[in-house]
């Protein structure tokens, strides 16, 4: 089956620095969106971004399909950034996802 | 609008018994999808239905029985738990099609989890 595969697994960041996550896929998908879990166990969906470039205020996310990554982009990080961060990929007209392991955020003050 | 609601939020349970965790959505969502996730291992996928009446099996559906009679409702049952199915499980939902992104890209929602320990 496809596999998903995170890095850095942990990340340690002081408030205010960026970081960048990727996630490697190693099939075609349909879909790949990036979610956050946050420190109280609640899941919160970040991007839907199957191929190309989207922003949300400090986030931003870019998939090059053809190339089978996405990386997930943290600008002036803050506390409430904390908690775990995953990728997830569908294939073909499924709405199954594949979780990667996630990346671990601690933000210190 | 609720979103997507699970019950319990904690649960103990002795080896052999049996229970069901309950998972509602009032978003009219055709997908709906029970996952487990344990320590370094992300979420796995165990089962999951495209709309009442119809369910499938996932990564490791072992242990696991679900049906779908309503479009509301989705719950997961363990008929005899094991230690091994100590986990936290997740609900989700979301439109069919797209990769679970629907016409409107609303990608999926997660319920807020049950956490089970089987002793």
């Known amino acids: 089956g496809i596999q998903v595969e995170q890095s850095p697994p942990d990340l340690i960041l002081q408030e205010g620095a960026n970081s960048t996550l990727r996630c490697n896929f190693s099939d075609s998908v349909n879909n790949l969106q990036w979610f956050h879990q946050n420190p109280w166990g609640q899941l919160i969906n970040l991007f839907y971004?199957?191929?190309g470039t989207k922003q949300n205020g400090r986030l931003s996310a870019t998939t090059v399909a053809t190339e089978r990554y996405s990386l997930l982009y943290i600008s002036s990080s803050q506390t409430t950034d904390s908690g775990v961060y995953f990728c997830a990929v569908s294939l073909g007209a499924t709405n199954k996802l594949i979780f990667g392991t996630g990346t671990l955020l601690a933000v210190q003050p | 609008n609720a979103g997507v609601t699970q019950t319990p939020k904690f649960q103990v349970l002795k080896t052999g018994q049996s229970m069901t965790l309950q998972c509602a959505q009032d978003?009219?969502?055709?997908?709906m999808s029970w996952y487990r996730q344990d320590p370094g291992m992300g979420l796995r996928l165990i089962h999951y239905s495209v709309g009442a009446g119809i369910t499938d099996q996932g990564e490791v559906p072992n242990g696991y029985n679900v049906s779908r009679s309503t479009t509301e409702d989705f719950p997961l049952r363990l008929l005899s738990a094991a230690p091994s199915q100590t986990s936290v499980y997740f609900c989700a939902s979301s439109p069919l099609g797209g990769g679970g992104t629907g016409r409107l890209g609303h990608g999926y929602t997660f319920g807020s989890g049950t956490r089970l320990t089987v002793v």
């Open positions: 978003m009219n969502h055709e997908y």
């Open positions: 971004i199957p191929s």
